[in-house]
């Protein structure tokens, strides 16, 4: 609910922004819900704190230029929009896809700041990437397309001002190679500059496995809170790339039935439940399409063109990309029974889909705060940087489950604190921008 001082400024942040509609949704969904905090707390508009929290800090564009295995000159945009560090530095993933623009990356990174203030880690907000698709490219190309892309970032970014790290198109590959170039321009083995490093230089066990892991283990407290386990559920996950894997591992660890994965190509339906051995062959070790799943595993079929959500689940995990659970998928969910919504990617399902859910009265895991294990996880490879320590597998996922409880547990206070109970979208969004806002007003007009 948006009344009429916060519908102002909500337009005037609206207009300065033309022609960024992911931007606009991403504000719009979380200034929507802050109704009852501003009226408790009127120093949040007096001080201008709205405008301020969706207003980045800084945004760099540049120009990446490289040369392709054929010798060919190829030319795309490089960009990072540093956030908010009321809470720390900025800190947030990379995304390389030919759909990146900076609208999109604004959106990742204003929710990026909710989310790294959850973690309670002390990070404040970023994202970057560029319109490189690295799809069908060869290593030596994605390895010169990511020398030229951090010969322009490095002077942007550092342990204590910016750390990035992976997101769509951007894993163990791409961050090898952007480190490898930043000690060679900086002279220094700054572990702590970007994270998601291979577990032999620098990163940490468990950083690949922890987004989907924490989804899941999201999605655990979410089923607890309503009575429910995992054991013997159905599950469908979109996407087959980080977060989608490491969310079928879990689940299935647990002892659900995950009967879909997909691409952009399709979904794969596997009622006997995916392999995840074969998953990862295909994706991973052979970065191969999703179809290629279904052509060698007996019984399963491949649908073209067709997201997961029309077979029917108990829980369904969107953990592709942005707006991919539309209204039409929330009735089919719906009309087929399923228990829970929990997000893997960022801003997966859109507002009429939300509203659809949260009408019937289906659990709801917002992203920012069921997807914040990775950028948690991302926090403490940054802690056994500086410490110069490693911790075991066991070590780091224990931390990750016991933060992925505290930020369900704080979402589920805050929604009773503010009259919404069960509202977990609304208990995110206040407790998130509770924590930036009271660190904006103490460091002043700044
Ligand atoms: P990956 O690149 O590893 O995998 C992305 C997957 O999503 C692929 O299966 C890809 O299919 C699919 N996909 C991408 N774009 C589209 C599209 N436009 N339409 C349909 N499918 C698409 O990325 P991640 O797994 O790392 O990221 C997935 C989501 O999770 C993103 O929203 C990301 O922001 C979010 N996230 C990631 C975190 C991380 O730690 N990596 C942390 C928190 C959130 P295809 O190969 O056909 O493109
Ligand atoms: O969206 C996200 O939280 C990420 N892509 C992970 C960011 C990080 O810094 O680990």
Partial sequence: ????????????????????PEFHQAVIEVVGTLGPVLAQHPEYLEQRIIERICEPERQVLFRVVWQDDRGGVQVNRGMRVQFNSALGPYKGGLRFHPSVN????????FEQTFKNALTGLGLGGGKGGSDFDPKGRSDAEVMRFCQAFMTELFRHIGPHT??????????????????GQYKRLANAYDSGVLTGKGVGWGGSLGRTEATG?????????????????????????????????????????LGARVVAVSDSSG????????????LRQVKEVER????????????????????????PCDVALPCATQNELDEQDAKTLIANGCLAVVEGANMPSTAGAIALLQQARVAFGP?????????????LEMQQNASRERWTFEQTVGRLAGIMQDIHQTCEATADEYGAPGDLLLGANIAGFRQVADAMLAHGVV
């Fill in 1 to 20: 609910m948006v009344d009429g001082r916060v519908g102002v400024v909500l337009e005037s942040i609206i207009a300065r922004s033309p022609g960024e």
């Fill in 102 to 109: 900076l609208g999109i990356i604004k959106f990742l990174g």
């Fill in 162 to 179: 910016d750390v990035p790290a992976g997101d769509i198109g951007v894993g163990g590959r791409e961050i090898g190679f952007l480190f």
């Fill in 213 to 253: 892991f924490g989804a899941v283990f999201f999605l655990s407290h979410l089923l607890a809170s309503r009575k429910r386990t995992l054991d013997g559920i159905t599950a469908t996950v979109s996407g087959s790339g980080n977060v989608a894997t490491y969310a079928v591992a879990k689940l299935e660890e």
């Fill in 267 to 278: 979904t794969v339906h596997d009622p006997k439940g995916i392999d995840l051995a074969l």
């Fill in 288 to 311: 191969a399409r999703i179809s290629e799943y279904a052509e060698r595993r007996t019984g399963s079929t491949f649908l073209r063109g067709a997201r997961p959500w029309s077979i």
């Fill in 367 to 379: 992203a920012k705060a069921a997807n914040a294990g990775g950028v948690a996880t991302s926090g």
